[in-house]
């Protein structure tokens, strides 16, 4: 199956500050990437995905870019916020046909400080 | 959370009983699926359903069955509960459409095997 790694595994930034967190991926077939932010405690919530026709994608103050070449992808949040301190993780979606499987990384933890 | 819900939300149980968790959605999504999260391993898909009566396994299954009699139930059922399943479970739902990729969590089931 699909083998996704994520770094880093903690990231501590200035509030103002950008973050980036960044994941590759090992199958070539892959086609849709999405983020999860999880709170403590909460179920992980979709903020963003990307296709692999696209090479990036925004919505206000994150977004997230794709190179197929490399099999990488990254989230990019800027003008942090403490309210931004969660886990993220990234996932691909695997070549198998029928159920939209995804493999996930093993997560970020982002903490902003004031 | 996607109009998803899970229960029970938190659970203590011994070694060696069976424990049933359930989940619930009433957005009539055609797939479901049951993850795990484990500190350092992210989701792992346990088994995931593409329709009333059709499941399949996911990467890491051993333990583990399943069950969707009705569109909006999806039963994960471990027959016998040893201490390496303690973990958080999440259900999440995805629509199932043409290029509708899209996965949505519940708020997660905590199961602690004493």
């Known amino acids: 199956g699909e083998n996704v790694e994520q770094h880093p595994s903690t990231l501590s930034v200035q509030e103002g500050d950008s973050a980036v967190i960044k994941c590759t991926y090992s199958?070539?077939?892959?086609?849709?990437f999405p983020w999860y932010k999880q709170e403590l405690g909460k179920g992980p919530q979709l903020i963003i995905d990307i296709r692999s026709n696209v090479g990036e994608k925004k919505d206000q103050r994150i977004a997230v870019t794709l190179n197929k070449t490399a099999k990488h992808f990254s989230l990019h949040i800027t003008e942090t916020q403490p309210e931004d301190s969660a886990v993220y993780f990234c996932a691909a979606k695997g070549r198998q046909t029928g159920a939209n499987n995804l493999f996930f990384g093993t997560g970020t933890r982002l903490t902003v400080i004031p | 959370d996607a109009g998803i819900t899970q229960s029970p939300r938190h659970k203590v149980t011994e070694t060696g009983t069976p424990v049933t968790l359930r989940c619930h959605q009433t957005?009539?999504?055609?797939?479901m699926y049951w993850y795990r999260q484990d500190p350092g391993h992210g989701l792992r898909l346990i088994h995931y359903s593409y329709g009333v009566k059709d499941t399949d396994k996911g990467e890491v299954s051993d333990g583990y069955s399943v069950s969707r009699s009705k569109t909006e139930d999806f039963l994960l059922t471990l027959e016998s509960a040893t201490s390496s399943q303690t973990s958080v479970y999440f259900c999440a739902i995805s629509e199932g459409g043409a290029g509708v990729y899209e996965q949505y969590f519940g708020p997660g089931t905590r199961l602690t095997v004493t």
């Open positions: 199958d070539s077939a892959s086609n849709y």
């Open positions: 957005e009539n999504h055609r797939y």
